[in-house]
């Protein structure tokens, strides 16, 4: 007989939309990469699931800040797929 | 310089920012701009509200270009019209200067040798 699973064994995934730009967007080769992780997570987990994925941009590491909803944002924000996240490497305008 | 127009402001103050032949990395002879259009948006009209508080400013105007734009050609254009010509000045100079550190555009410099992006400063 199948083993029951208790819902709380069911780990909810969250698919999140990542865009790049610049640097990042080059090093990856796509301007938007798709990310599935647990639900609830932290921008800092997303951003290590992201370095793990594609580890080239691992040299980069503290050198780019992201953004949640137009809005650059602390590491322990939760965000989730209804967000639109983004990382934003050093700005060189004007 | 229409959209600058007012009867009541005695002076009209224009910033160009022009592509130059040297950057960081050495010769250049154009540059690509990228941006992140709706974040750049917001953060340019926060730019421009904290201008009309700071000073009595008639009319502002912001353009930055994007994409490949060629040596000596405008990468952005700001125009500021008010009553005198301090206010004028120093909302120009007050704007240019966030532009360059608070909104979301890349600049990658092109030669013939080599590309580069340009080293540039993290948002807060």
Redesign the interface.
Known sequence: MDKLKLKSDIQDNDKIKVKLFAILRERVGESEITITVPTGITVNYLNSEILKKYPQLKSLNNKFVTSVNWKVTAGDTIISSKDEIALLPPVSGG | MLELEDNSAGALSVFI?NVRNRGRSGNVSEIY????S???E?KMREIENEAQTKWEIKKLVVF?RIGNIKVGEA??IIGVSSEHRNEAFEACKYV?NN??????????EISNESQK????????
């Open positions: 920012g701009y990228e941006s992140y709706k974040m750049a917001q930055h990468s952005i240019i532009v360059k550190t608070r909104v979301p555009i890349w600049k990658k992006w340009a080293e540039g400063i993290l948002l807060e």
